[in-house]
T-cell receptor, first 110, second 113 residues
Framework: GQQVMQIPQYQHVQEGEDFTTYCNSS?????IQWYKQRPGGHPVFLIQ?????EVKKQKRLTFQFGEAKKNSSLHITATQTTDVGTYFC??????????FGEGTQLTVNP | NAGVTQTPKFQVLKTGQSMTLQCAQD?????MYWYRQDPGMGLRLIYY???????DKGEVPNGYNVSRLNKREFSLRLESAAPSQTSVYFC????????????FGEGSWLTVV
């Protein structure tokens, strides 16, 4: 089964509110990747974190990699309707095979 | 530069029928993958090919076969479709192993009735 757990599964927010999704792995990861999938679309790469404790920002999105390299988070400040979609984390497990979390589906009410 | 192209985009099959999903990438990537996506299940790896000439089972390989025809092309075959195989299928590729960024095709919506 899945060894990369992601919570919450669903999140509904009002436009302008913040949003956070969390990713936890049962094993130490060499890196963590985040993808976004718009409704009806395909997953698109957002970012990769490699270093312990790393924090990266993309405009209103902040990505963190835990000190133990077993967890990660994605935080969106002041959500907009364009943020709607499902956010996946993914980490290499079973050797080098990438395992995806189940995703967090974000809906934003205007 | 089209990236990852997969066909068909939509397909309806009757139980027991066979079909092949085609995939090609023009990024000169070594690794290619087939995933299926079901509601609430995330992306599950069916098969992958780390390099031309090699294929390996992923998390959910039963009922599927693959062929890495050349470096560009990686096809997925359903020999005898079952309703449980109704899903969205994504082909993907990456430069090296799965630790690298994965680029997805636009998906193939398959319904088995």
């Amino acid at each position: 089964g899945q060894q990369v757990m992601q919570i919450p599964q669903y999140q509904h927010v009002q436009e302008g509110e913040d949003f956070t999704t969390y990713c936890n792995s049962s094993t130490t990861l060499s890196n963590i990747q985040w993808y976004k999938q718009r409704p009806g679309g395909h997953p698109v790469f957002l970012i990769q974190l490699v270093k312990s404790g790393e924090v990266k920002k993309q405009k209103r999105l902040t990505f963190q990699f835990g000190e133990a390299k077993k967890n990660s988070s994605l935080h969106i400040t002041a959500t907009q309707t364009t943020d709607v979609g499902t956010y996946f984390c993914a980490g290499p497990q079973y050797g080098s095979r990438l395992t995806f979390g189940e995703g967090t589906q974000l809906t934003v009410n205007p | 530069n089209a990236g990852v192209t997969q066909t068909p985009k939509f397909q309806v099959l009757k139980t027991g029928q066979s079909m092949t999903l085609q995939c090609a990438q023009d990024m000169n990537h070594n690794s290619m993958y087939w995933y299926r996506q079901d509601p609430g299940m995330g992306l599950r790896l069916i098969y992958y090919s780390a390099s031309e000439g090699t294929t390996d089972k992923g998390e959910v390989p039963n009922g599927y076969n693959v062929s890495r025809l050349n470096k560009r092309e990686f096809s997925l075959r359903l020999e005898s479709a079952a309703p449980s195989q109704t899903s969205v299928y994504f082909c993907a590729s990456s430069e090296g192993g799965q630790a690298n960024t994965i680029y997805f095709g636009e998906g193939s919506w398959l319904t088995v009735v």
